[in-house]
């Protein structure tokens, strides 16, 4: 028995992405008027409620998941405007995917309208690790080790605190500066060490929807803050991505 | 098929696949979004990321 899964909504006629699903299916199109949603038939015992809650729990799973539903959706986006739905949405066939498509129609094409000729980038910003301290040069002088070593303590909090609100400066700076350039802006929490595998403190994590037409400006922005910023901060741009941080509709 | 060099970070995707896209109520997934899906998610991931980096000390 298969279920229904739901990738993206797209404008009809866009051509069927040519890579495998999540479930390793090859994906279809299922058209209702002037919209199609792209989707895939998955093996049910995968992908109902229990299955998918399993996956979810498994990083394995969860990534593989990940990368699928990702692939399906960049790849509509080389061909046009596309509104990717959240990870994990099943229906248990292609009837409720139709109705879905009929009573929010309005709804996605003004979404698509609004997506179209644009995409999304992340900007990633960290403060560097400190540089390891140097030794300090011993003084033949130096009769007061117990005050050298408190004056070093004071220096180095002190030069953590700089570092930390040059980097807010630079962060909060380059933000207003990616926002103006963008159609839309969000910033993203924080992402766990754990996660990133940079122990690094985050200063901003945030997704720009920037029309391709801005796209040189933007990353001009991104290069000149870089070089501006020094070795204190690290800016990382990511992208481009299917706009998923901005496929948003009302609730309803 | 191994994973190209450069791919995308999966912290980054999941920045964005479980906390964007269009929210549908799919008809396999109500209860399911009654729990906080990235919430769930995340858990798991963390639990587990200290796993992976073991086997990958391991295998390197």
């Not at chain 1, 090859?26 to 229990?50: C, M, W």
């Not at chain 1, 046009?80 to 139709?98: C, E, F, I, M, S």
């Not at chain 1, 839309?184 to 997704?207: H, I, K």
Request: overall charge negative; hydrophobic content about 50%.
């Amino acid at each position: 028995m298969t279920l229904t899964y739901l990738y993206a909504v797209v404008p009809a006629g866009a051509p069927v992405p040519a890579v495998l699903g999540v479930d390793a299916e090859e994906p279809r199109l299922v058209v209702a008027g002037a919209l199609a949603a792209v989707v895939g038939s998955v093996a049910a015992e995968r992908f109902d409620e229990a299955g998918l809650a399993r996956a979810l729990e498994d990083m394995r799973r969860l990534e593989e998941l990940a990368r699928a539903h990702h692939g399906v959706a960049a790849a509509l986006a080389e061909h046009g405007p596309v509104a990717p739905v959240r990870l994990a949405t099943v229906y248990r066939d292609d009837d409720g995917v139709h109705l879905l498509l009929r009573e929010r129609a309005a709804e996605f094409a003004a979404l698509l309208e609004r997506l179209d000729a644009c995409r999304e980038w992340g900007v990633k910003v960290w403060l560097a690790a400190p540089r390891a301290a140097r030794p300090e040069p011993a003084t033949a002088a130096n009769g007061r080790p117990g005050t050298d070593y408190l004056l070093r303590r004071r220096a180095a909090r002190e030069a953590g605190t700089r570092r930390r609100e040059h980097g807010a400066a630079v962060a909060d700076r380059l933000h207003a500066e990616l926002a103006r350039i963008a159609l839309a802006d969000r910033v993203l929490a924080p992402q766990d060490p754990a996660l990133s595998g940079r122990g690094e403190e985050m200063v901003l994590n945030a997704t720009y929807l920037v029309r391709r037409s801005d796209e040189e400006a933007f990353s001009g922005a991104v290069a000149e803050a870089s070089t501006a910023a020094g070795d204190e901060v690290a800016i990382v741009p990511t992208g481009p991505w299917p706009p998923f941080s901005f496929a948003t509709v009302a609730d309803g | 098929m191994s994973a190209p060099t450069g791919e995308l970070a999966l912290v980054d995707l999941l920045d964005r696949l479980l906390a964007g896209g269009v929210v549908l109520t799919g008809e396999i997934t109500i209860s399911l979004a009654e729990v906080d899906l990235v919430h769930v998610s995340l858990r798991a991931l963390i639990s587990s990321v200290s796993t992976l980096l073991e086997e990958g000390d391991a295998g390197a």
